[in-house]
């Protein structure tokens, strides 16, 4: 796909079913289709700073992570930012987790083990397994997304875009945890109403591992290689993806390539997390931006051939998302050229 803001041409704009990978359409246009004067409703493109999004369980060593966006699939968004261990261990019921470590390590005990993330690392941990987590410097930044359907790695061959062998690292049983004391359980609902058990003891405490697969595992984003079309790009291609492929993602870090082209995308909804430069996506340069574009608005995005680079990744959803009070509170809306703030935000 070429740079459709080159001026001997006019814009092109393109229609798509089923994210990347269905029917389309091409039109042009003769004025930039992104741009709009103002919007209200809660199907708006917006943006936020995790920085500036202050997760409940900073302060609150008690609570959940803060929920940022909800939908009727059951897909939702969080963030988390601890500073100290959970007091609790959750157990997810109706869906499987993927945590994105934005910042800090974090070590994460569950009912298959443990392992210890980095920055950059997504870990998966499937509906049902127990689990907490704890910083082990002075804090950490996740970002969460749970899928109702089950996650798996499903890049587009068994070797190429992710070397399992080498990359893929698995909870381990061990070191010991004691059996412990009392231990408050919370089964985590989409719903929000959760159910808290208080358990004789430490659920997470095992012995050993009796079977070969372990369900939760970690992959650092810069080890998931980006694909593209050369010389012009092309869309990018998934590396999870749910049972029902309502939830894919993405590597969406700079690669040589085209500028998207301005688009609609009939199907999806469009998350893409700006991790870190050095070079700046667009109109994103802190780190830790979350961008939405809501299924069926139109937009651009930035340039991902930046020679600085940055590292990025996108959650295409096919449910419809809602942010919350809190989030649309701690968050701007956004342009949908290079996914700035909108020139109206703040008004
Ligand atoms: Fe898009």
Redesign the pocket.
């Known amino acids: 796909m070429t740079d459709e803001t080159n001026d001997e041409a006019p814009p092109v704009q393109l229609w798509t079913r089923d994210g990347f990978m269905g029917a389309h359409s091409v039109v042009t246009r003769s004025t930039y289709a992104p741009d709009y004067v103002s919007v209200q409703g809660p199907h708006a493109p917006r943006r936020a700073v995790l920085d500036r999004l202050t997760p409940d369980d900073w302060d609150d060593a008690q609570a959940l992570p803060t929920i940022v966006a909800t939908s009727r699939l059951g897909v939702r968004l969080l963030v988390s930012g601890r500073r100290k261990p959970m007091p609790y261990v959750v157990r997810n019921v109706e869906a499987d987790e993927i945590h994105f470590i934005q910042s800090g390590t974090v070590r994460f005990e569950t009912d298959v083990g443990s392992l210890t993330a980095e920055e950059g690392d997504f870990v998966c941990i499937p509906k049902a397994i127990a689990y907490r987590y704890q910083p082990t410097g002075e804090a950490m930044r996740s970002v969460i997304v749970e899928s109702p359907s089950a996650l798996k790695l499903t890049p587009p061959a068994p070797t190429g875009m992710i070397n399992v062998a080498r990359d893929v690292t698995y909870a381990k049983v061990g070191p010991d945890i004691p059996a412990g004391g009392p231990t408050k359980l919370v089964l985590k609902c989409a719903d929000g109403e959760n159910t808290v058990f208080t358990m004789p003891h430490d659920p997470l405490s095992l012995g050993v591992q009796l079977s070969e697969s372990v369900p939760v595992w970690k992959i650092n984003l810069c080890k998931i290689q980006v694909l593209t079309y050369l010389p012009e790009g092309g869309p990018p291609s998934q590396f999870l993806s749910s049972g029902t492929g309502d939830v894919l993602m993405f590597n969406l870090s700079s690669r040589t390539s085209g500028r998207?082209p301005i688009?609609i995308?009939a199907d999806f909804d469009?998350v893409i997390c700006y991790v870190r430069g050095p070079g700046a996506w667009g109109g994103c340069s802190d780190p830790g931006t979350l961008t939405w574009?809501p299924k069926g608005v139109i937009?651009h995005?930035p340039s991902e051939d930046v020679p600085e680079t940055y590292q990025a990744w996108l959650l295409e959803t096919r449910a419809t998302l809602r942010w919350t009070p809190k989030a649309i509170a701690a968050s701007q809306l956004m342009e949908t050229g290079e996914y700035g703030p909108h020139p109206s935000a703040g008004k």
Request: proline share 14%.
């Open positions: 998207p688009h995308n469009e574009v937009h995005g």
